[in-house]
């Protein structure tokens, strides 16, 4: 079955420097990749997400990037604000959005 | 209400003990997820159900169980508590086939088993 790791576990920036966050999958018919964000006390909640027909997607401040031969993408958040301070999960799926397999999760921090 | 609900937000449950943690939508999703998220191994899938009438089992079936009896409502049942099974506890829903395919969560609840 499919297999996700994450890479870091936790992160510390500096407010407006940017983070990245990886995640590498085992199966290689995966087909879509979503990030959740957790705040504290709260359910995940969806992010961005990009499928395997497409290598990058942006919104606003994040984004993410996707190479199907490497089986990884990544999250990267661009000025960083002490909101952004969350768990991150990231996620992939063989049957679009159908049984997702997550990630451990990255603990951000945004120090002021 | 829009969204997810789940029941109870939190509840210290004696091992042995029978427990059903309650999720109700209102979107009209047709599949919902449950979810145990635990420190260090993420979120993992219990069961499913991809529409009303139907479910399957996830990665960590065992000593859960569930029922669709219709769309909004997706129970999910301990039927004799163990410490083991201490954990915090996501429901989920989705639309299949509308090009949305990100999952919708409640806001969890935290069970601990004693």
């Known amino acids: 079955g499919e297999n996700v790791e994450q890479h870091p576990s936790t992160l510390s920036v500096q407010e407006g420097d940017s983070a990245v966050i990886k995640c590498t999958y085992s199966?290689?018919?995966?087909?879509?990749f979503p990030w959740y964000k957790q705040e504290l006390g709260k359910g995940p909640q969806l992010i961005i997400d990009i499928r395997s027909n497409v290598g990058e997607k942006k919104d606003q401040r994040i984004a993410v990037t996707l190479n199907k031969t490497a089986k990884h993408f990544s999250l990267h958040i661009t000025e960083t604000q002490p909101e952004d301070s969350a768990v991150y999960f990231c996620a992939a799926s063989s049957n679009y959005g159908q049984n997702f397999v997550f990630g451990p999760g990255t603990r951000l921090s945004v120090l002021p | 209400i829009a969204g997810i609900t789940q029941a109870p937000t939190s509840q210290i449950l004696a091992a042995g003990r029978r427990m059903t943690l309650r999720c109700t939508q209102d979107m009209r999703h047709n599949a919902m997820y449950w979810y145990r998220q635990d420190l260090g191994l993420g979120l993992r899938l219990i069961h499913y159900?991809?529409?009303?009438?139907?479910?399957g089992k996830g990665e960590v079936p065992d000593g859960y169980s569930v029922s669709r009896a219709n769309t909004d409502d997706f129970p999910l049942t301990l039927a004799s508590a163990v410490p083991s099974q201490t954990s915090v506890y996501f429901c989920?829903?989705?639309?299949?086939?509308?090009?949305?395919?990100?999952?919708?969560f409640g806001s969890g609840t935290r069970l601990t088993v004693v």
């Open positions: 989920a829903s989705r639309i299949e086939g509308q090009g949305n395919y990100g999952y919708t």
């Open positions: 159900s991809n529409t009303a009438g139907t479910t």
């Open positions: 199966d290689s018919a995966s087909n879509y």
